[in-house]
C-alpha cells in the first residue's frame, strides 16, 4: 500500500497554518474527505440537481439511481440483510434519536435501560428523554479502573432483564474497543433490545451486522471519509418496521387524507422530507474509497501508528494517558501533567497541530474520571509517522512553555 | 445572565490593567512563544475567583472549558471580575478586560474586539469556537454594556 499516495488524495491535508504544515490529529472528531468524495458530491450538483423518488424527469430518475444505489453499497457494506434495513439520516445522533424515539410505544413505566458509561452524549441523552416520557429507568454500565466496561457489573445488570442495552463500539473520548460481540449476544440473551453506536469504529473495522446480530447500529458519514450532514440508521428489519417515526412528511407518507393518513412501507417509512442527497452519494462515494483500499494494510498501518503514538507519549514523561491502552482504535486521551487541556491545546494549534481538547461530549466519563477534560490524539489512514513526530515535537514545546 | 449575588464593589474597583504597560509587551513579542508567555503572565493579573462565586449563573455561555464573568457598572462605567481553569484563556480574558474595564458604554460598543486581537498578533484566537470561550466572554462583555 502506497500511503504517501493515499494521502495525496486528501485536498485539506496540503495546507500550512500560521507557517506549520498543518498536523491533523482530530480524525475522531470528523476525517478529512478525499478528492472523489468533494467530486462526486460536486457532480451531482453540477449535472443531476433533482429531488428523488419524486418527478417522472430524467434528472430525478439519475439523482434516485445514485441515492438508492449508496443504500445497495451500505447494504453490502455492513452486510445488513435486505436494503430496506438503511436508513438515511444525518447522523449518529439521528440515528440514536430515531431509535429512542421510535421506540416509546414499546416502552412501559419501570422498564431499563442500560447505557455505557464511556457513552458521548448522543447514546445517553436520547435513552434519557425516552426514559421521561415512558417512566422507564436507566442505569449506566459501571466501567472497571481502566476504563473498560465492567463485565462482570453489566452481567449483574443483565440478571435485571433490561428492555434496551445501548454501548459503543469503540469509545469516542478513550478509543477503548469493547468485546462488542459478547456484549451483544449476552444482552440479546437477557432478551433486550440492542443499540451499537459504531461512530468510531466504522471507519476502522469491517462491520457485519448479521454475524453482531445487534437489533441497530448507528455510525455517521463524516467519520468515514464521507460528508457531513449524512448518516446511517441499520434496524433489524423486523423491529425497525416497529418504530414510530420520529418525522413525518414527504417520503415517509402513503397517502393522506384528512380524516386519516397512512405511512409508507420501509425504508421510505422512516426518511421524512427530502434526504441530504448530495451527502448520500458522497457517502457512497466515500465506500467506493474504502472498499478499494487493502483493509488489512490499513488495519495494521493505523495499529502501528497508534502504537508509537503512546510509545512516544510515554516517553515524553509528565503524561497521563486514559484507558487500557492496549487495545485502541483510532485514538489516544492523555493530560500532560496538571495543565489544563485547553492550554496545551491553544498552544498545539499555534503549531499548527490539530488535537481535540475538551470534554469529548462525554461528561459523565471525565466525571468518572474525575478530570475536567483532556486532549485527544485521533489517527485517520491518512496519519503518518511524520505527523506523529511532529505532534510530539510540538508537544515537547508545550512542556517546556507550561511546565 | 441574572446573578443573584456577585463580588463586592471593591473587587471590581481593585482590578487595575493599565494597556500603556501591558499592550506595548504584545507589540515587542517577537514570536508566538514570547506571546503566548505574557499571555499567560498577564492571566496573573487576575485575582482567582472565590469558589462560591465559581457558580454556574456565572458561566459564559459557550465554553467547554469554565469560565466566569461578573460586571459592575459604577458611575457610568462598566468594571468585570473573570476567570477561568485554563491559564491562555485566563490570560486572553485580561487582555480583554484591558480594553473594556473601567470603560463608558459608548468606549465598549466602539471597541472593534476582533482587530484587537489581530494587531496584538493574536489572529484567530476570537472564532465562535465552543472549546474556546473567548468570543463568548467578549460577546457578553459587549451585552453588559449595552
Known sequence: ?403 | MSQVSQPSQETFLALKLDSNEILPLFEQASNWQERYRQIMLLGKALPKLDEAYRIESAQVRGCENTAWLYHSAIEDKHYFVADSDARIVKGLIALLLTACHGKTSDEIASFDIEGYFDMLGLTGQLSPSRTNGLFALAKAIKAFAV
Open chain 1, 1 to 403: 500500500m502506497d500511503f504517501p499516495q493515499l494521502r495525496a488524495q486528501f485536498p485539506t491535508l496540503e495546507q500550512t497554518l500560521a507557517g506549520y504544515p498543518l498536523c491533523y490529529l482530530d480524525t475522531a472528531a470528523t476525517s478529512q474527505k478525499p478528492k472523489q468524495v468533494i467530486v462526486a458530491m460536486s457532480r451531482y450538483y453540477e449535472t443531476d440537481n433533482a429531488n428523488v423518488h419524486r418527478a417522472a424527469h430524467q434528472l430525478s430518475s439519475r439523482a434516485t439511481s445514485q441515492y438508492e444505489a449508496v443504500r445497495d453499497s451500505l447494504t453490502d457494506f455492513i452486510h445488513a440483510k435486505r436494503r430496506e434495513e438503511i436508513i438515511f439520516t444525518h447522523g449518529t445522533t439521528e440515528s440514536i434519536n430515531m431509535v429512542a424515539h421510535g421506540l416509546i410505544e414499546q416502552i412501559k413505566t419501570g422498564d431499563l435501560i442500560l447505557i455505557d458509561t464511556a457513552a458521548h452524549h448522543a447514546n445517553i441523552v436520547p435513552w434519557q428523554e425516552l426514559a421521561k416520557r415512558t417512566g422507564a429507568i436507566i442505569k449506566p454500565i459501571p466501567l472497571t479502573d481502566e476504563c473498560r466496561l465492567d463485565e462482570a457489573a453489566f452481567d449483574a445488570l443483565l440478571q435485571e432483564k433490561p428492555a434496551i442495552v445501548a454501548l459503543s463500539h469503540v469509545s469516542n473520548a478513550l478509543g477503548t474497543l469493547n468485546p462488542i460481540n459478547v456484549l451483544v449476544a449476552r444482552a440479546k440473551q437477557a432478551g433486550a433490545i440492542t443499540l451499537v453506536d459504531g461512530a468510531q469504529a466504522i471507519a476502522h473495522l469491517e462491520v457485519n451486522v448479521q454475524e453482531l446480530d445487534c437489533d441497530f447500529y448507528v455510525f455517521s458519514g463524516h467519520k468515514m471519509y464521507g460528508p457531513t450532514g449524512i448518516g446511517v440508521l441499520y434496524g433489524r428489519f423486523e423491529i425497525l418496521d416497529t418504530l414510530t417515526p420520529l418525522m413525518t412528511g414527504g417520503e415517509m407518507i402513503k397517502s393522506v387524507s384528512f380524516e386519516a393518513t397512512q405511512f409508507n412501507i420501509l425504508p421510505n417509512r422512516l426518511e421524512a422530507g427530502t434526504p441530504p442527497i448530495a451527502e448520500v452519494i458522497g457517502l457512497g462515494a466515500a465506500i467506493d474509497f474504502i472498499n478499494a483500499l487493502p483493509r488489512a494494510d490499513i488495519a495494521k498501518q493505523e495499529a502501528e501508528l497508534l502504537n508509537y503514538l503512546q510509545t512516544r507519549l510515554k516517553q515524553l514523561g509528565d503524561i497521563t494517558l486514559y484507558g487500557a491502552n492496549d487495545n485502541n482504535i483510532g485514538a489516544v486521551a492523555f493530560n500532560l501533567a496538571d495543565e489544563h487541556h485547553q492550554d496545551v491545546g491553544i498552544l498545539l494549534d499555534q503549531q499548527g497541530i490539530a488535537v481535540r481538547c475538551g470534554h469529548h461530549c462525554a461528561m459523565p466519563l471525565m466525571q468518572s474520571l474525575g478530570i475536567k477534560g483532556c486532549c485527544r490524539a485521533s489517527l485517520g489512514i491518512y496519519s503518518s509517522k511524520e505527523d506523529i513526530d511532529r505532534f510530539i515535537d510540538a508537544l515537547a514545546s508545550v512542556k517546556e512553555m507550561l511546565l
